[in-house]
C-alpha cells in the first residue's frame, strides 16, 4: 500500500470536513495574518521576558531633564569610524528611507507594552548611508540631555531596530524622547536613546550613563541582564 494512497471511502470523504472549530479558527488567522509579523518572532510563550509584566499605559522614565528642542535647531550627527558622517537637519533625517514597525518594549524597572507602531529611519538603512569602516565595532549613543548609552555595532543593525520620531501615527512626544529617539526592540529599554543627538562608531566599547552606574552591559532581557553584578 502506497503513502499516497485515497483515504477509505464514505460519503464524507470526497470533500475536507469545512466548518469543524479548528479550521474556522485556521481560517480566521489567517485572515487576520496572525503569526505572520514580517520579521523574526519569538515564540509566543517567550513574548514576556522572564521577571517582565504587561502595562498598557506607556511609563516615562528618564533622568529629569526633558529637552526642548525645536525642529529648526535640530541636528542628528553620525560620525566616528564611518566613511561618510552626516549631520542632518530635520529635513535631511525626513528624506531618508522611511520604516514601520511593531514592537514590545521591555524596560529592566520590569514592565512591558507590547505592539508600539513606529516609523522612522531603520538603523540599516542608516548604516548604508554612513559606512562604518572596518574597526567600528561598538555604537555610543549621545542625547541633548547628556544621557549616553553604549551598544555593539551587532545589536545596533537589528532588522528591528529604528531611529523613530512617531509613535501610534503621531510625533514622538518630548516626554518620550521626540523629535527623535532610538528603538532597539530586543534590549531593556535604557539602551533606546531618548532626544537622540549623536551616534559616534568606535572600535572598542566604553559604558554609558546606567552601564557605569550598576546596569548590565549587554541588556538582553531574555537573558535577564539587568546588572552588571549578572556579567
Ligand atoms: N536621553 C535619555 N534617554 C533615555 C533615558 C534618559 O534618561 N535620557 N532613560 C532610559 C530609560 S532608563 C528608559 S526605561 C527609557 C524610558 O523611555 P520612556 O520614558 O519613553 O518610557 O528611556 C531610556 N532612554
Ligand atoms: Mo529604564
Known amino acids: 500500500m502506497s503513502d499516497?494512497?485515497?483515504?477509505?471511502?464514505?460519503?464524507?470523504?470526497?470533500?475536507?470536513?469545512?466548518?469543524?472549530?479548528?479550521?474556522?479558527?485556521?481560517?480566521?488567522?489567517?485572515?487576520?495574518?496572525?503569526?505572520?509579523?514580517?520579521?523574526?518572532?519569538?515564540?509566543e510563550e517567550d513574548r514576556l521576558?522572564?521577571?517582565?509584566?504587561?502595562?498598557?499605559?506607556?511609563?516615562?522614565?528618564d533622568l529629569g531633564q526633558q529637552p526642548?528642542?525645536?525642529?529648526?535647531?535640530?541636528?542628528?550627527?553620525?560620525?566616528?569610524?564611518?566613511?561618510?558622517?552626516?549631520?542632518?537637519?530635520?529635513?535631511?533625517?525626513q528624506s531618508q528611507?522611511?520604516?514601520?514597525?511593531?514592537?514590545?518594549i521591555h524596560c529592566v524597572t520590569t514592565w512591558s507594552r507590547y505592539d508600539n507602531h513606529w516609523e522612522g529611519v531603520a538603523t540599516r538603512d542608516l548604516l548604508d548611508v554612513v559606512m562604518p569602516r572596518a574597526d567600528a565595532h561598538f555604537v555610543m549613543l549621545h542625547s541633548y540631555d547628556g544621557y549616553t548609552t553604549n551598544i555593539s555595532?551587532?545589536?545596533?543593525?537589528?532588522?528591528?531596530?529604528?531611529?523613530?520620531h512617531s509613535w501610534e501615527g503621531q510625533p514622538l512626544t518630548r516626554e518620550h524622547g521626540g523629535p527623535v529617539r532610538l528603538v532597539v526592540?530586543?534590549?531593556?529599554f535604557w539602551k533606546s536613546a531618548k532626544w537622540l543627538k549623536r551616534i559616534e562608531f568606535r572600535s572598542f566599547d566604553k559604558r554609558g550613563f546606567w552601564?557605569?552606574?550598576?546596569?548590565?552591559?549587554?541588556?538582553?532581557?531574555?537573558k535577564e541582564e539587568r546588572y552588571s553584578a549578572d556579567e
Not at 525645536?70 to 561618510?84: H, Y
Not at 528611507?97 to 514590545?104: L, N, S, V
Open 68 to 93: 526642548r528642542i525645536p525642529l529648526d535647531r535640530w541636528r542628528l550627527d553620525v560620525d566616528g569610524l564611518v566613511e561618510a558622517p552626516v549631520s542632518w537637519d530635520w529635513a535631511a533625517f
Open 153 to 164: 555595532l551587532e545589536d545596533f543593525a537589528a532588522e528591528d531596530a529604528l531611529i523613530v
Open 49 to 61: 521576558p522572564p521577571g517582565q509584566h504587561l502595562v498598557r499605559d506607556w511609563p516615562v522614565l
Open 211 to 222: 552601564e557605569e552606574n550598576g546596569y548590565h552591559n549587554h541588556a538582553d532581557p531574555w
Open 4 to 43: 499516497d494512497a485515497d483515504p477509505p471511502s464514505s460519503p464524507d470523504a470526497a470533500s475536507p470536513p469545512a466548518d469543524t472549530k479548528l479550521t474556522v479558527t485556521k481560517r480566521s488567522w489567517a485572515r487576520q495574518g496572525k503569526f505572520l509579523t514580517g520579521r523574526v518572532t519569538r515564540p
Open 97 to 104: 528611507k522611511q520604516t514601520r514597525e511593531t514592537t514590545d
Open 185 to 188: 526592540p530586543h534590549l531593556y
